[in-house]
């Protein structure tokens, strides 16, 4: 299924209530070092374009938040304001 598809599902599970669809981008080799150093399923060989392929969120890029150099404090925060302001609301 794919993402769209997921997000259709969520929509029609949300009817009459709010939805907000946030994803968190990582910085390029943030996402490969985490890949590669995982417990499970590691991947040693960062397979080519899977980052690119995965970051392209089409009509849906608005909701990408760059998570930059925010720890997890200041990322809740700044999420917690996104939600409030509905600026990353799906219905």
Request: charged residues 25%.
């Amino acid at each position: 299924m794919s993402d769209r598809g997921i997000l259709d599902e969520y929509r029609q599970a949300a009817a009459g209530l709010a939805l907000d669809y946030i994803v968190l981008r990582l910085p390029r080799e943030v996402a490969v070092a985490r890949a590669r150093d995982r417990a499970i399923g590691p991947l040693p060989d960062y397979p080519p374009h899977i980052f690119e392929g995965l970051s392209d969120l089409g009509a849906l890029e608005p909701h990408a938040f760059p998570v930059g150099d925010h720890d997890v404090d200041g990322l809740a925060a700044l999420i917690r304001r996104a939600v409030a302001a509905q600026s990353h609301r799906l219905v």
